[in-house]
């Protein structure tokens, strides 16, 4: 329950934002996940997008993450292979630009568990983007 109510306070917006003739990229970071700590896990933000149709640059950050890791995140572009190497949640946060305007914050959180199991919320990416377009 924890996970759920920490995901509903950072959801973004899924609506245009833009003011003046541009309108705002939207950021998408995937669902929230649960995986074994030292287990490789991909972020991906193909579902973010441009409502104007424009490409995007993607900026990954990690805000938080359980007290003695040493996770780091580097900039991979639209996905991110993160390894959190400590129990605990390691929260991402990602902006994306289409090099007029960015996108307000999107984040993802990843719980990292002692046990073998892992899930994510949602069930998967889907076949298309924030503003509807098919990848």
């Known amino acids: 329950m924890r996970?759920?109510?920490?995901?509903?306070?950072?959801?973004?917006?899924g609506?245009?934002?833009g003011t003046g003739d541009y309108a705002t990229p939207i950021a998408d970071p995937g669902f929230d996940r649960v995986v074994p700590v030292g287990e490789?896990?991909?972020i991906d933000g193909i579902r973010s997008c441009d409502p104007e149709g424009g490409s995007l640059t993607f900026k990954w950050s990690l805000l938080s993450k359980?007290?003695?890791?040493?996770?780091?995140?580097?900039e991979g572009g639209v996905q991110l292979v993160m390894t959190p190497d400590t129990a605990g949640d390691y929260l991402l946060e990602l902006v994306v630009s289409?090099?007029?305007?960015?996108?307000?914050?999107?984040?993802?959180l990843v719980s990292a568990t002692t046990q073998?199991?892992?899930?994510?919320?949602?069930?998967?990416?889907?076949?298309?983007?924030?503003?509807?377009?098919?990848?």
Not at 3 to 13: D, I, T, W
Not at 66 to 74: A, I, N
């Open 15 to 17: 609506g245009s934002l």
């Open 40 to 42: 490789a896990t991909t």
């Open 3 to 13: 996970f759920l109510v920490f995901s509903a306070l950072f959801c973004g917006c």
């Open 66 to 74: 359980p007290e003695g890791s040493e996770t780091t995140v580097t």
């Open 98 to 108: 289409n090099g007029e305007r960015s996108s307000h914050p999107a984040y993802a």
């Open 116 to 135: 073998s199991n892992s899930w994510t919320t949602g069930g998967g990416p889907g076949t298309t983007d924030r503003c509807g377009n098919a990848f």
